[in-house]
């Protein structure tokens, strides 16, 4: 079992930076695939980066160049750094985990609110 906490969300004007922090439990996450997802208002959640344990990266074309995914497997822990921050970028970010062998993502955070003021 693996267990998924967010911090990090808050309010920024545009143009800004907020660092999201997703602290995991569980023995095996260190081997996990490690993910970012984004749900706003009236949406669909979707993919916004993913870290393999290698630290092998992967990002949503909407964040490149902009947003960073990292993990601390010695701390369970990853993160994602968002600069240059749009209006667009407000959603419920949620931290997901899954084994490396799966498809789908097994483990999620509660999800935490960033708001991007215009």
């Known amino acids: 079992q693996v267990q998924l906490v967010e911090s990090g969300g808050g309010l920024v004007q545009a143009g800004g930076s907020l660092r999201l922090t997703c602290a995991a439990s569980?023995?095996?996450?260190?081997?996990?695939?490690a993910g970012w997802f984004r749900q706003a208002p009236g949406k669909e959640r979707e993919f916004v980066a993913a870290i393999a344990w290698s630290g092998v990266r992967s990002y949503a074309d909407s964040v490149k160049g902009r947003f960073t995914i990292s993990r601390d497997n010695a701390k369970n822990m990853v993160f994602l750094q968002m600069n240059s921050l749009k209006p667009e970028d407000t959603a419920v970010y949620s931290c997901a985990a899954r084994p490396a062998s799966d498809l789908t993502y097994d483990y999620w955070g509660q999800g935490t609110q960033v708001t991007v003021s215009s």
């Open positions: 569980g023995r095996t996450f260190s081997s996990y695939v």
